[in-house]
């Protein structure tokens, strides 16, 4: 019983990051029309930004500030220097997604090497669960994940650069001609998009290990949440991703791990085939 | 310009291209004689792996389809060929026909699934696909699904009956031009796909579906059976990498293979035959030949990747072509 609640919890918390990770990956294929196959590259590259940043300074709570605003900077320059020159083809587009990917990979394991490390817990306190304990930095990450993606609504919803988003999402052209910046939005969501899978993987940083090859682990989760909550709607993408690894882990406290991924994957593939705009649309979509 | 001079012109274009390719087919008939032995071998597998990236490119260039679950066929292709080898006790050529099968089977339910997705849902698809068969590979608790037939190294050197003689792959010889024989075959039919109707009409569903199915086109079968034959490709490529190479490996399902596909093709040009072959020979190449000094090539082929996309989207082969028919034009 112990077993099944941690390790639903576990889920929970491992499940919030996801969502974190897959809104990203939601909104840059919502506006830019193109799956980001580096998406998961950007989580890693988040985690091990995070382990960089606290062996060079000691303090965790510093990447907490500096990878999502390098996430950003990292972002535009992608949108404006990689994918701009080629938005006409959405096909290209995902082939230099792909191209970006084997870099950052690449890259990584170049500079940081490709052991896997290990980020300390940085609270390092547990609190009690029934009769197991339970580590507070997790409950913090599930914290840190609602806040971004609650952010994440408010600014969709509540900003005037959240309406221009959801403005061009829906019509660009008449966006634009009702003078929205569209090109700004692009930018901006890439932007965006990237430092929300960064901040991920500074959340998902202690309690993964660190290494060059996260990202593909991660992606594929992504894209189980985005299809089964819908490809390019938000809250059923960030519930997709809570519903699916709680999942998980329920399986897991009774079958191996790979039969919980199997479950999922199955699942989406029947999500797929009955409702192809996702488990949570609303009728007529 | 005037009628004449334009058919002049296309004339000239194809006797250039013409024989281009005849000195291409020279060049790797005579390449082994002039290469040391391991080179032939290595030379081999490059071939090998064009006729991978080729599979990929068939579904991408004429289908429009970019898959990510070329990997598993290939590895499929080695699973066949391992099975029948192994368990069914065949000679090379039964090998060879299971390996190819394999795929094929394998293709045609998760092709009926595929292939009913549009874009993006596609690639979606067919990174799980992977993904699935991959995790259910590699646990270890499905063992019974896949048998001993997935990570192998052969214990024997394999034998190529022909009625009146055997070929030994003792050979490095044998090795190369029984690849290349295969590899030439294959081209060809994969000539005969992409230019037949079904390729025309394939390539008119690649560019507008809505219109395409209109003028009564069945969209969902012709993906289908394009992505059906394009694995019998890749089947192809598993089963000669298991003669070439003479070890197979779980990665190969991995859908990271299918991306390495995507990238030879890619950078050579998915919309010839011949460009995927010389994307393919550019990577292991280089890769071969810098890792020495720079280990993480793979940097540099990102970028380099992404350069062509943007200034060569025809690929390099595709910019080779244009350039020499630029000159014959003048």
Partial sequence: MELLLILAMNGLVFGLIVALIALGLSIIFGLLDIINVAHGDFFMVGTVLAWVIVTATGNYWAAFLIVPILGLLLGAVIERGILRPIEDSPALSIVAAFGLSLILQEGVRATFGATPKRILDPIGLTIPVLNLRYEVYRLFAAGIAVLAIAGFFLFLHHTKFGTWMRAVRQDREMATAMGVPANR????????????????????????????????????????????????????????????????????????????????????????????????????? | MNLTQEKDRQARARASAGAGYLLLAGGLIVLPWFIPNYQRVFAAEILVWGLFALSFAIVYGVGGMLSFAQAVFFGMGCWGFNFATYYLQLNTWGAIAAAILAAVLFAIPTGFLATRARQHHFLIVTVIISVLVHTVL??????????????????FVPEVPLGFTSLSFRSE???????????ALAVSA?????????????????????????????????????????????????????????YTDLEFFNWTYSGKAVVWAVVGGVHSLIGPFFGTAFYMIASEYLSQYFEQFVVVFGVILLIVIRYAPEGLWGLIVRQSVGRSRR
């Fill in chain 1, 185 to 285: 939005v692009f930018v901006v969501t890439f932007a965006l998009g990237t430092a929300m899978a960064m901040l991920g993987g500074v959340v998902a940083a202690p309690i993964t290990s660190v290494e060059f090859r996260l990202g593909l682990d991660v992606l594929p989760l992504c894209f189980i949440a985005v299809i089964v909550g819908g490809l390019g709607n938000l809250p059923g993408t960030a519930a997709a991703a809570v519903l699916l690894a709680v999942m998980e882990g329920v399986i897991t406290s009774f079958a191996a791990p790979t039969t919980a991924r199997i479950v999922s994957l199955l699942l989406m593939s029947i999500v797929l085939l009955l409702r192809p705009q996702g488990l949570f649309a609303k009728a007529g979509r």
């Fill in chain 2, 138 to 155: 590699a646990s270890g608790h499905y063992r019974w699904v896949a048998g001993p037939y997935v990570t192998r190294a052969m214990t």
């Fill in chain 2, 173 to 183: 010889f044998v090795s190369y031009y029984f690849t290349l024989a295969l590899v």
């Fill in chain 2, 190 to 246: 994969a000539w005969l796909i992409v230019n037949s109707p079904f390729g025309k009409a394939l390539r008119a569903v690649r560019d507008n579906e809505t219109r395409s199915s209109l003028i009564g086109l069945n969209v969902n079968r012709l993906r289908f059976l394009m992505f059906v034959a394009a694995t019998a490709f890749a089947g192809l490529a598993g089963a000669l990498y298991a003669l070439v190479a003479r």
